[in-house]
């Protein structure tokens, strides 16, 4: 099914430890965002990208690397995890056009720092 | 910037029951407004849309209209169903194409 695809589901890292988040679409969308859920804090951007090689530094960057070298593909990189970084993380995507298009969300990547 | 503001959950009802979930925003320009809804353990989900004053959006029984001389754009449903349970989350969109969420308001609907 055409969507936004996320892997891993689950992933549970020690401290210092690096990881990529993937995330894929494949409804040639132009925008694609990265969110990070915590309890009591709503959604807050990390990074987005409005097309194939070009990124932008959301809310809460620090500590978090994007590229977009596809228009598919926009993987999120732990350089050196954190505690703080346990959370619940969500890829988005949308079309060009007007601003009346809404995202589609991946269904997430639950990360524990231990 | 951008924010939003919105009513703090969880929101309890019994089934059958009338919800709002009341949602202000500002906002520089004009932007368009969205509803998403998270179903537990899922991601967002677009729920519905408007894209000017007055407009109203609706999907699966829920509405909301665009307020642009409030700010607001609250969520109705005339009756709920155990199976809108679910956290709601209401999003100004304007000329950047990136939203702002609000916190997300839960809705708990007991039969």
């Known amino acids: 099914n055409a969507g936004v695809t996320q892997t891993p589901k689950f992933q549970v890292l020690k401290t210092g430890q690096s990881m990529t988040l993937q995330c894929a679409q494949d409804?040639?969308?132009?925008?694609m965002s990265w969110y990070r859920q915590d309890p009591g804090m709503g959604l807050r951007l990390i990074h987005y990208?409005?097309?194939?090689?070009?990124?932008d530094q959301g809310e809460v960057p620090n500590g978090y690397n994007v590229s977009r070298s596809t228009t598919e593909d926009f993987p999120l990189r732990l350089l050196s995890a954190a505690p703080s970084q346990t959370s619940v993380y969500f890829c988005?995507?949308?079309?060009?056009?007007?601003?009346?298009?809404?995202?589609?969300f991946g269904s997430g990547t639950r990360l524990t720092v231990v | 910037g951008d924010s939003v503001t919105q009513m703090e959950g969880p929101v309890t009802l019994s089934e059958e029951a009338f919800l709002t979930i009341n949602c202000t925003y500002t906002?520089?320009?004009?932007?368009?407004l969205f509803w998403y809804v998270q179903y537990p353990g899922e991601g967002l989900q677009l729920l519905l849309k408007?894209?000017?004053?007055?407009d109203k959006g609706s999907n699966k029984g829920f509405e909301a209209t665009y307020r642009k001389e409030t700010t607001s754009f609250h969520l109705e449903k005339g009756s709920v169903q155990v199976s809108d349970s679910a956290v709601y989350f209401c999003?100004?969109?304007?000329?950047?194409?990136?939203?702002?969420f609000g916190r997300g308001t839960s809705l708990i609907v007991h039969p």
């Open positions: 988005a995507s949308r079309g060009e056009g007007a601003g009346n298009y809404g995202y589609t």
């Open positions: 409804m040639n969308h132009e925008y």
């Open positions: 990208s409005v097309g194939a090689g070009i990124t």
């Open positions: 906002a520089t320009g004009y932007p368009s």
């Open positions: 408007a894209t000017k004053a007055d």
């Open positions: 999003a100004p969109q304007g000329g950047s194409y990136i939203p702002t």
